[in-house]
Antibody, heavy 122, light 112 residues
Framework: QVHLVQSGAEVKQPGASVKLSCKTS????????ISWVRQAPGHGLEWMGC????????RFTQNFQGRVTLTTDTSTNTAYMELRSLRSDDTAVYYC???????????????WGQGSLVIVSS | DVVMTQSPLSLPVTLGQPASISCRSS???????????LSWFHQRPGQSPRRLIY???NRDSGVPDRFSGSGSGTDFTLKISRVEAEDVGFYYC?????????FGQGTKVEIK
């Protein structure tokens, strides 16, 4: 069975950084990629970017370009998302979801993590 | 960016009755491989989204057959043939054809 298990909730001050993890199991990690999607309280879903676990290529939306770093650790089948220069409007639940191995391929989003709540507050 | 517009945004339904959600894209969603990457997701309160339908009309494993997807080009529809209590929550369409991937605003389905 495919599982994506995310790290726990974080509370950060404005200007700080946060690094979330997404540990996968039940499939060959390097045969797929991981996308990150966030959902602000009471709002819809916003795709942030994706990373190929096959070759490490990344792709981001303009909203997050330069402020997000995506990485993977193929030894532990884990993906990471680091968001810098946090603002109050970054308060959201952040989800990881499975994607194709190529960042230029069409999206999959067939399996999702349980989400990680990030609260940005002074 | 491709704008995905869902309607209605709120859908009160009676148990056992059908329900339908529309999703329109601002551009045609046919990918270079000839497929149309339009998916539907269901999200219950406090839970992660769950993919129900992929490539317009293909049901994911374990999704009840009362759910069906249809459409082409820029107009797509999710139908529930007979609404059950567990179907409440938000439904989102998403296009995975044209970068960046984008979601509809969501439709809230609730029981009357």
């Amino acid at each position: 069975q495919v599982h994506l298990v995310q790290s726990g909730a974080e509370v950060k001050q404005p200007g700080a950084s946060v690094k979330l993890s997404c540990k996968t199991s039940g499939y060959t990690f390097t045969h797929y990629g991981i996308s990150w999607v966030r959902q602000a309280p009471g709002h819809g879903l916003e795709w942030m970017g994706c990373i190929s676990a096959y070759n490490g290529n990344t792709r981001f939306t303009q909203n997050f370009q330069g402020r997000v770093t995506l990485t993977t650790d193929t030894s532990t089948n884990t993906a990471y998302m680091e968001l810098r220069s946090l603002r109050s409007d970054d308060t959201a639940v952040y989800y990881c979801t499975r994607d194709p191995p190529s960042t230029t391929a069409a999206a999959m989003f067939d399996y999702w993590g349980q989400g990680s709540l990030v609260i940005v507050s002074s | 960016d491709v704008v995905m517009t869902q309607s209605p945004l709120s859908l009160p339904v009676t148990l056992g009755q059908p329900a339908s959600i529309s999703c329109r894209s601002s551009q045609r969603l046919v990918y270079s491989d000839g497929n149309t990457y339009l998916s539907w997701f269901h999200q219950r309160p406090g839970q992660s989204p769950r993919r129900l339908i992929y490539r317009v009309s293909n049901r994911d494993s374990g999704v009840p057959d009362r759910f069906s997807g249809s459409g082409s080009g820029t107009d797509f529809t999710l139908k529930i043939s007979r609404v059950e209590a567990e179907d409440v929550g938000f439904y989102y369409c998403m296009q995975g054809t044209l970068w960046p991937w984008t979601f509809g605003q969501g439709t809230k389905v609730e029981i009357k």
